[in-house]
């Protein structure tokens, strides 16, 4: 008896202590329930409205992003997309319980959720008088579309429900070939034109072939600004109204939410990490229940880049494959890499530090981020890698150190590339000899050198290497980008005169990392000089 007491008094204090550490695991994610909804359930949310008048659009602050009207409509469709994984620097990316909003050009406004401004363009209303027959898959009302515009980032973010794709509407070549059977194809022919009417949306009680945007709402919400081509601007601006008796035909219907995402520079690991972040912070933004899809709107062919792309979302697909009209319940439109912090970075200051989440958690800090960090946890966690690894910190005691040498090979990038890399580094594989044959006779620690040639490895095998290395040296070059990835490396860039560029000193600024960079007066280095370097890195380490 005196046994079975004892057992009985273990079990309950056992049970206690599990309902205790998820009751502090729960609060400190209390996106969790949030995430883990079933899609498009109803959500009360708080809201502090300061309409004004644009356009007779009106204008919202809002403090969350989940508060979506579509919700009523379509909360019975399931979600067979992925799921959020659990990220140690994970963040809420709104808040109910607090009206503080992020302050403009404060960290988070940078990096995080910025776009406080929500401008409804249209509101769902609910059909009368209309033949199901007119409107061709599971609906019961009409289509919705609003935008989130972030004054920091002088961007938008928008999403829209019922929202028709016409392929046929959009010039471009039909992407996702090849490269070599697209040799020497213009870049023009990859960028979509779109003609007005290559999307639209069913609206009851609108005027018919009516535009969805007028130049104002554009020009304020969707500036130009240094960019040429502004393809989502342009996207918006083709998005024609129709009215309640228009036949709504769709080939197909795509019940998950999903990213509509035209890239550029696609091929160049620094412009498509832009393009990772912005379709991550989309899809934070709009409280995504689960990781969307991607359609991308663009005419660019295969490049090694999609394997991320796949492994992060929730599979891909090029508009100018789909045979026919295609209908998204819900669409969500990615701002170009080119208006994110990690671009902006280069020709403004942002005066932006990394920081542990954790921390950011008790004591939140305008000049402190730690997103660039959950980032890298995402695109690790997306190909199934360790996210808690402590190796390179001197206090763990190892005595084992990865170095990774990031290499510059020759390699075809675009239709429109000879195969050929301009060096940054002369003499590379002379400094690799010695940091080779130097590491090989080092006494202090073991140090393992790995030859970082990535063009022939895969991106989880790129992305495994990142997070494996104490310190990561390489020359001024996209490859370094990888960084995002990294955990506690330290960052070694060897600069070039020619290329004395602030991408990877700012990358490690904002994730929290050391930075050691090496000026030249050309494009040679010293080995001496580098490995003299790396000494004084590995002693911080303990080595």
């Known amino acids: 008896m005196k046994m079975k ?16 550490t998820l009751a502090l695991y729960f609060s400190s994610h209390p996106d969790y329930f949030r995430r883990h909804r079933r899609p498009f359930s109803d959500h009360h949310h708080h809201q502090q409205q ?76 609910s059909p009368v008088h209309v033949s199901r027959k007119s409107i061709r898959g599971p ?26 794709m016409h392929p046929d509407k959009i010039k471009m070549s039909n992407g996702g070939e090849a490269i ?10 990859e960028l979509p034109k779109f003609e007005f009417g290559a999307f639209d949306i069913v609206q009851f009680g609108k005027i018919k072939n009516q535009k969805l945007a007028s130049l104002d709402f554009l020009n304020e919400y969707l500036q130009n600004g240094q960019i040429s081509r502004h393809t989502m601007r342009d996207l918006v601006d083709s998005v024609r109204l129709l009215g309640p008796h228009d036949a709504f035909h769709c080939s197909e219907w795509i019940e998950e939410p999903t990213l509509l995402i035209t890239r550029f520079e696609y091929a160049n690991m620094f412009h498509t990490v832009t393009d990772w972040y912005s379709a991550y912070v989309s899809s934070r933004v709009t409280g995504l229940p689960n990781r969307p899809g991607l359609v991308f709107v663009d005419g660019h062919c295969m ?32 701002p170009l890499g080119y208006e994110t912090a990690m671009f902006k970075g280069l020709t403004e200051d942002i005066d932006c530090y990394g920081a542990p989440a954790h921390d950011l958690w008790q004591n939140p800090d305008d000049k402190k981020t730690a997103r660039i960090s959950e980032f890298g946890e995402m695109i690790r966690a997306a190909f199934s890698l360790p996210l808690h690894v402590h190796h390179h910190n001197s206090k763990s005691g190892s005595r084992n150190h990865n170095v990774l040498f990031v290499r510059r090979e020759d390699y075809l990038a675009h239709p429109r590339h000879g195969g050929k890399v301009q060096s940054r580094l002369s003499n590379e594989q002379e400094v690799f000899d010695a940091l080779k044959m130097w590491s090989s006779s080092h006494t202090e620690c073991k140090i393992n050198l ?57 990358i490690s600024q904002w994730k929290g990392l050391n930075y050691h960079p090496i000026y030249l007066g050309g494009s040679h280095a010293s080995p001496g000089l580098v490995i003299n370097k790396l000494k004084d890195i590995l002693k911080t380490l303990g080595c």
């Not at 090694?304 to 045979?323: C, D, H, I, M, Q």
């Open 139 to 164: 609906t019961s009302g009409g289509g919705w579309f609003r935008c989130f515009y972030s004054q920091t980032l002088r961007s938008s973010i928008c999403e829209g429900g019922m929202l028709r």
């Open 50 to 125: 300061q309409p004004t008048n644009t356009n007779n659009n009106t204008v919202y602050y809002y403090l969350s992003r989940n508060n979506s009207y579509y919700n009523n409509n379509y909360n019975n469709h399931s979600n067979s997309n992925k799921p959020w994984p659990i990220l140690p620097s994970y963040l809420p990316w709104s808040s109910s319980s607090s009206l503080k909003l992020p302050s403009f050009r404060s960290c988070e406004a940078y990096f995080g959720n910025g776009f406080t401004r929500r401008i409804d363009l249209l509101k769902p209303t």
């Open 303 to 334: 490049t090694p880049l999609e394997e991320t792309w796949k492994a992060v979302f929730s599979g891909l697909r090029y508009a100018k494959n789909f045979t026919g009209p295609v209908c998204f319940r819900h669409a969500i439109l990615s």
């Open 180 to 189: 070599e059977s697209v040799i020497g194809r213009d870049e023009d022919e």
């Open 450 to 506: 790995v030859n970082g040639l990535f063009g022939h490895m895969s991106m989880k095998e790129q992305v495994r290497a990142i997070q494996d290395a104490s310190v990561i040296v390489g020359a001024h070059g996209a490859g370094l980008t990888h960084i995002v990835s990294a955990t506690e490396a330290e960052i070694l860039e060897i600069v070039a005169s020619e290329f004395r560029r602030p991408h990877f000193e700012l």
């Open 5 to 20: 007491r004892k057992y009985l008094k273990l079990i309950i204090l056992l049970f206690i202590l599990n309902s205790i």
